[in-house]
């Protein structure tokens, strides 16, 4: 199991790639992660995220995988 402190470590390196992956600005950014970690394998998961550009004119949600 991982602990608390080295999710913090992921979460926050998730987060500084999201900001170089992203293209332009916007205004809010919603992520959903997972990972499952089982007896001698290697731990696999998932990740994926929307955020809604900042702006007048583009207010949907961009989806990226």
Do not use: C, D
Request: charged share 30%; net charge positive.
């Amino acid at each position: 199991m991982t602990g608390l402190s080295e999710e913090k470590e992921i979460y926050s390196q998730i987060q500084k790639k999201l900001f170089y992956i992203i293209p332009e600005k916007w205004e809010s950014i919603y992520l959903y992660a997972s990972i499952v970690e089982e007896p001698h394998k290697r731990p696999t998961g998932e990740m994926y995220f929307y955020y809604f550009p900042k702006g007048i004119i583009k207010k949907k949600a961009v989806n990226r995988l």
